[in-house]
């Protein structure tokens, strides 16, 4: 936020789950030192490599305004951690101009279009600089009609990407942002 009531950036954090630290910290031959954090030379192999972000890659961060989608920049100033043995990275997504919030419906969701990872919200959000606005997760929720999606979306090849188009949308979860 740069203003009270005026969003400039994201800042987002991933935190990786087990499974998928061990495989991508073992696929970049990286082993945590013996007290499980990481050397700075294994940190900027990390950060190199997801500098470098595919170009049909979408950031996974989707944020709109009154329901306009806000388009925001790549992902830069990129950290790497090790957080209680899960891998992290952290960085921003900044919008072209910034956004008076005051007033309007914000909605950020976190997917990737073809649902390749599956994204939680875990920690409430926070804002730099305002106390003016407040932010509600909204979690996704299961239904029948979800359940039977994900069962033939598990069905599918682990080169097969879903027909349906931000399928990924249909189970984020959301953050909800009112701005006084």
């Known amino acids: ?11 987002v954090t991933w935190l ?10 073992s696929s970049r031959g990286i082993e945590p030192e013996a007290n499980g954090s990481l050397s700075e030379a ?19 961060a989707h944020l709109s305004i009154d329901g306009q989608a806000i388009e ?5 100033d990129l950290a790497v951690d090790l957080v209680d043995g899960r891998l992290q990275l952290t960085f921003l997504r900044k919008l072209e101009e910034p956004a008076d919030l005051v007033g309007k419906a914000v909605e950020v969701a976190f997917y990737e279009a ?7 919200i875990t920690n ?11 932010a509600t997760v ?16 598990a069905m ?8 349906i188009a931000n399928v990924g949308q249909l189970f984020a979860d959301r953050i909800i942002i009112e701005c006084a």
Request: proline fraction near 8%.
């Open 72 to 76: 925001l920049a790549w992902p830069s």
């Open 138 to 153: 909204v979690p996704y929720t299961p239904g029948e009609q979800s359940d039977e999606l994900q069962q033939k979306l």
């Open 124 to 134: 409430q959000p926070v804002f730099d600089g305002s106390e003016a606005c407040e």
């Open 156 to 163: 599918l090849g682990r080169e097969e990407t879903p027909d």
């Open 42 to 60: 294994d940190r900027e192999t990390i950060r190199a490599a997801y500098s470098d972000w595919p170009d049909d890659f979408d950031g996974s």
């Open 114 to 120: 073809t649902y390749f990872f599956a994204f939680k």
């Open 16 to 25: 990786y789950d087990d499974f998928e630290t061990l495989y991508d910290l």
């Open 1 to 11: 936020m740069s203003g009270p009531e005026t969003l400039d950036a994201l800042s």
